[in-house]
């Protein structure tokens, strides 16, 4: 049942169907061969893979996102961000990076992260004579840290699944998305050398102060929805709630971005982004439905188990097949298929279940921006207006940094448990 499942799965996948439909029609194949179970459980699973509290959070962070773009305070983080580091070579493009880790910590979401910032920066760094594809590839990699920056979608979605502290697992990210930010730049400087990127002019100290009072409320924002889950103020839904309440306020009673005729559009591209994602979370959990039912995880455990008893050796075996699984799965459904898989091997060789959570979102996260599926590269890419193959010759290094990174972080447990450790401990 499975493997006919999965077959079907990848056939739809390679023919273009849209991944929440490939992986519903492979599940309904799946359990229609099932001589004892009637169709009707599809039904009932669609319904509960998206019954859950926690998951309530998506439409309040994809909301809060659209308030941000419409409200202007993405505008401000960019002008914020440019004071800072617009005057270094390939300054724009740190630009978008700095912008990204700072909308990171609001939007949760790669997706809306790329589409606000890149719809900015991306059409300005091509003015300023950045390649297109390198532009593209640059607010990819950006766009990709905001689920590794809390709040984090796919991180509540995964800790739905599996049982670990949504707050411990947010405070994990932290430090790993500000390294992968800080790797990003370099490879950034390295290109604008290159290229003979030049930065603007230095900004004067007024300025940096004028930029940083235009943007406090924006930046006011990440350490409101951060602390109160820390200081357990509120959950991760409610906090969503705050976000939308607080974007919706400062855009328009503060920077008065929009009106009240704006607000139907931003209610529409909020609602029309949270189906998508809820459509392919219900998909998702009837696939993962199947592969428990087939005892799957049991099976990889077991596999694994013959293969080498080295915790360091299982973690690069791991990131391997989440590199590979991503790259043809969209993060989401990835990672609602493959955490309850992987969870009982962490458990199995003693992996801390925040540091193993980390690691799987990250892989997840980062195998995303590869081909052939690759989302957040066809919106940055669209934003650009460039073909695959000329931003194919720069995804070995804004991979690459990332790869790096990960595995440092996944092989010294401390940079994603020291914050945790510190708060909860």
Do not use: C
């Not at 309904?28 to 669609?46: E, R």
């Not at 983080?77 to 270094?88: A, C, E, N, R, T």
């Amino acid at each position: 049942m499975l493997t006919v499942a999965f077959i079907t799965f990848l056939i739809f996948l390679f023919l273009g169907v849209p991944i929440a439909f490939a992986m519903g029609t492979a599940a309904l194949l799946g359990v229609g061969l099932m001589s004892d179970v009637s169709l009707t459980l599809i039904s009932q699973k669609l319904f509960v893979g998206v019954d859950s509290f926690s998951l309530m959070a998506i439409p309040f962070f994809m909301l809060s996102g659209e308030l941000m773009e419409t409200g202007g305070i993405s505008r401000r983080l960019v002008d914020f961000s440019h004071s800072l580091v617009g005057h270094i070579k390939g300054g724009l493009g740190m630009v978008s990076i700095l912008t990204s880790i700072i909308f990171a910590g609001v939007s949760g979401s790669a997706a809306a992260d790329t589409a606000a910032v890149g719809s900015i920066l991306i059409p300005a760094m091509k003015k300023k004579g950045y390649p297109a594809g390198m532009a593209a590839m640059l607010q990819a990699s950006a766009g990709s840290l905001g689920p590794i920056i809390p709040p984090s979608l796919t991180m509540i979605i995964y800790a739905t699944l599996t049982g670990v502290s949504i707050g411990s697992l947010f405070l994990a990210g932290i430090i790993p998305g500000l390294i992968i930010g800080i790797g990003l730049m370099l490879v950034t400087y390295y290109y604008g050398a290159k290229f003979n990127l030049m930065g603007d002019r230095r900004a004067s100290w007024k300025e940096v102060l004028k930029a940083t009072k235009e943007a406090s409320l924006a930046l006011v924002m990440p350490l409101i929805i951060i602390g109160g889950i820390i200081l357990g103020v509120f959950t991760a839904t409610e906090a969503g709630a705050i976000a939308v309440l607080y974007a919706f306020i400062v855009g328009f009673f503060v920077y008065k971005e929009y009106t009240w005729k704006q607000l139907p559009e931003i209610l529409l591209k909020a609602a029309a982004s949270t189906s998508m994602a809820m459509l392919i979370i219900a998909a998702a959990s009837t696939m993962g439905w199947i592969i428990a039912f087939e005892k799957f995880p049991q099976i990889v455990v077991g596999f694994v188990t013959s293969i080498t008893q080295s915790p360091t050796l299982v973690m690069m075996l791991v990131i391997v097949f989440l590199i590979f699984v991503g790259m043809f799965i969209e993060t989401l459904s990835a990672t609602i298929i493959v955490a309850p898989i992987l969870m009982p091997l962490a458990a199995k060789f003693g992996f801390d279940p925040i540091h193993f959570s980390l690691v799987m979102v990250v892989t997840l996260v980062y195998a995303g921006v590869t081909p052939p599926v690759g989302g957040i590269l066809f919106i940055t890419m669209g934003i650009a207006r460039t073909k695959l193959k000329e931003l194919l010759r720069f995804l070995p290094s804004y991979v690459g940094i990332m790869l790096i990174v990960l595995l440092i972080v996944a092989l010294v447990p401390q940079f994603s448990l020291f914050i945790p450790n510190m708060i909860f401990k």
